[in-house]
């Protein structure tokens, strides 16, 4: 490598992780030099950048905000009518959401109708997620307890959206918020292998939760036999 040459770097920040995650990932890439600047949630895009070594991280991250707030901007563009909010910044919080609620790409529609479905009714949209980034004391098994803690982020508590988004949502779930799929399904329950079991109504979704709750005692029951074998 001569010395005129540049050393062509990239980086890549996953969807769904929140501004604090996003400044670490930053400050732990060595590449890169100088503080990192603040943001409100929601505000990068997550996808990976290139850049050249001991590039500003100022700089990246400006990048990133450029892209969001394009990628919002198309998307608030083209969504379909009738959409129950009024911003392209509620739209980036239901995105948030969305990507929170599923890792699974093909179901981002279908959770997006979910809360556009309950956001309609005036319903509640009980996001586990929307808990969780707001709960004071949570440390990776949400309990009843959360669900009653009375904080803005609560959404079994209060009606409507939370006061800002939760995480970066990418591509994928911004463009789910921005159109839905046509459905009736106002629940959804894990699966159990990382996907969800829709429904229209609460008391299909309550078969799904306890065939769903069945099979975590039988997984329990199965790993109990073959640690004692």
């Known amino acids: ?110 959770v997006a109708s979910v809360y556009i479905n309950r956001l309609s009714r005036g319903m509640r949209l009980q996001s586990d997620p929307t808990v969780i980034y707001g709960a004071s004391n949570y440390t990776g098994d949400i309990t009843y307890a959360h669900l009653k803690e009375d904080h803005p982020y609560n959404t079994y508590v209060h009606k409507g959206l939370p006061p800002s988004p939760i995480a970066n949502p990418g591509r994928g779930a911004i463009m789910a918020a921005a159109a839905p799929a046509d459905t009736d399904y106002l629940y959804m329950v894990a699966d159990g292998f990382g996907g969800h079991v829709f429904s229209k109504t609460y008391a299909e979704h309550k078969i799904h939760v306890a065939a769903m709750l069945a099979r975590q005692k039988e997984l329990q029951k199965e790993l109990r036999t073959e640690g004692n074998n």
Do not use: C, H
């Not at 732990?28 to 895009?45: I, N, W």
């Open 1 to 110: 490598m001569t010395g005129g040459d540049v050393v062509q770097r990239s980086i890549t920040i996953p969807e769904g992780l929140t501004y604090q995650q996003v400044r670490q990932v930053l400050l732990d890439e060595e590449g890169m030099r100088g503080p990192p600047l603040e943001f409100e949630e929601g505000a990068l895009l997550p996808e990976t950048y290139d850049y050249r070594w001991n590039d500003k991280r100022t700089d990246i991250m400006r990048r990133m905000a450029r892209a969001m707030t394009e990628t919002v901007n198309i998307a608030w563009e083209n969504r379909i009518e009738g959409l129950p909010f009024e911003s392209p910044r509620d739209l980036l919080t239901i995105a948030s959401i969305i990507e929170k609620e599923t890792r699974v790409p093909a179901e981002y529609p279908l």
